[in-house]
């Protein structure tokens, strides 16, 4: 079985720019959760997302937003682009809750220059 | 709120030796989960345990070893005989449920363990 997969694996924006990161979960799993790893930190919780609704939000700006498809895969989107959004953007699935098996993909790296 | 403390935040042994990073808590639920990851130099979280907090007995997979002990809100890892290949960061980390009925996992700062061959 495939894991999560998250594409691109690298971007390069520019500041005031829009993104659209996804991921793809593993099959069966129906929960989605994106999460922020600012270098030398842990990762941030974003958005947890169940059966294509948004079930919990973290502490980010009205810039993130996320959407869960039929499929179970998501985006997670993010408008006018900081410096500070610089980061891996995880993401993980689940079925159905985190403490049933919660796995994490290899992340995009985004860059904001 | 939820909080996950590693205090250590960089450790450096030779090969072969021993080495416990250490991991508290905070929460005030009775039910959660508590988890270790591992993240490589290529940046994906390997998943290395999960626990619940009704099972406080210790586990040992390999050289790896836990300990958790509710009555301190620790949840220590272990490495027996580190192996270069250890070398990474290692995230502690704890699953809530929230209100609305999603779970939230909150992340320590990390360890960075070097084993110096």
């Known amino acids: 079985d495939a894991g999560v997969t998250q594409s691109p694996t690298h971007l390069i924006k520019t500041r005031g720019q829009h993104v659209t990161l996804r991921c793809s979960p593993i099959s069966g799993h129906k929960s989605v959760s994106w999460y922020q790893q600012v270098l030398g930190q842990g990762p941030q919780f974003i958005f947890q997302y169940y059966e294509k609704e948004e079930r919990g939000r973290g502490n980010f700006p009205d810039r993130f937003s996320a959407r869960q498809f039929p499929n179970y895969s998501s985006e997670l989107n993010v408008n006018a682009l900081l410096l500070g959004d610089s980061a891996l953007y995880l993401c993980?699935?689940?079925?159905?809750?985190?403490?049933?098996?919660?796995?994490f993909g290899s992340g995009t790296r985004l860059t904001v220059v | 709120a939820q909080k996950v403390t590693q205090a250590q935040t960089e450790i450096s042994v030779v090969e072969k030796e021993d080495v416990t990073l250490d991991c508290v808590y905070e929460?005030?639920?009775?039910?959660?989960?508590l988890f270790w990851y591992k993240q490589p130099p290529s940046g994906e979280l390997v998943f290395l345990i999960r626990r619940n907090s009704f099972d406080e007995q210790n586990e040992i997979s390999g050289r790896y070893s836990w300990n958790f002990q509710k009555s301190t809100s620790s949840f220590n890892f272990t490495i027996t005989a580190s192996q270069v290949v250890d070398s990474a960061v290692y995230f502690c980390a704890l699953s809530e449920e929230m209100s609305g009925g999603y779970q939230k996992v909150t992340f320590g700062t990390g360890t960075k363990l070097q084993v110096i061959p």
């Open positions: 929460t005030r639920d009775t039910t959660y989960y």
């Open positions: 993980a699935s689940s079925y159905p809750r985190v403490q049933d098996g919660y796995t």
